[in-house]
């Protein structure tokens, strides 16, 4: 089956530094890669996803890239503020295996004032 | 956040005692899944479901089993709950293929 590495697995930036979270995935065959948050004592929530047929994507000060020859896929979060400390996953899917994530092991994301 | 719900939201219960977890939809979505949330792991998808009455094996299914007789209630049940089993249980809906998927609050299982 589909394994999802991420590293780092905790991240300590200063308030306005960029962060990169990075996630490597087995199956050549996946084809959509979602990000979640999930801050303290919450429920994860969606906050960007691509697909293999897009390289790059961005909303506002996050932005997800994929290197499908080299299966990864990174988020970027510039400017980053005090909300945005919490948990990150990346996810990753195939078409052909039912409607199934295979979740990373996450990255804690510090952002020190 | 979507209309879902879990119940319960905590347990404490005993090895090789049954326990049945559930969750219910407001959203009318086709798609429901259970997964299980410890620390390093991540979200780990234990079953889900396509339909009334479809459902299938996620990746840590062993020791679980699932039902779904109505579109908006997923039953999770640990046939014979073990230390384990412990973790928190998140239930999550998707309205279709490859689309967002909302999670619900979470129940925090302790077995003892």
């Known amino acids: 089956g589909e394994n999802v590495e991420q590293h780092p697995s905790t991240l300590s930036v200063q308030e306005g530094d960029s962060a990169v979270i990075k996630c490597t995935y087995s199956d050549s065959a996946s084809n959509y890669f979602p990000w979640y948050k999930q801050e303290l004592g919450k429920r994860p929530q969606l906050i960007i996803d691509?697909?293999?047929?897009?390289g790059e994507k961005k909303d506002q000060r996050i932005a997800v890239t994929l290197n499908k020859t080299a299966k990864h896929f990174s988020l970027h979060i510039t400017e980053t503020q005090p909300e945005d400390s919490a948990v990150y996953f990346c996810?990753?899917?195939?078409?052909?295996?039912?409607?199934?994530?295979?979740f990373g092991g996450g990255t804690r994301l510090m952002v020190k004032p | 956040d979507a209309g879902i719900t879990q119940s319960p939201r905590h347990k404490v219960t005993e090895t090789g005692t049954p326990v049945t977890l559930r969750c219910h939809q407001t959203e009318n979505h086709r798609y429901m899944y259970w997964y299980r949330q410890d620390p390093g792991h991540g979200l780990r998808l234990i079953h889900y479901s396509y339909g009334v009455k479809d459902t299938d094996k996620g990746e840590v299914s062993d020791g679980y089993s699932v039902s779904r007789s109505k579109t908006e209630d997923f039953l999770l049940t640990l046939e014979s709950a073990t230390s384990s089993q412990t973790s928190v249980y998140f239930c999550a809906i998707s309205e279709g293929f490859q689309n967002e998927q909302f999670f619900g609050p979470g129940t925090r299982l302790t077995v003892l």
């Open positions: 996810a990753a899917s195939r078409s052909n295996a039912g409607n199934m994530l295979t």
């Open positions: 691509i697909r293999s047929n897009v």
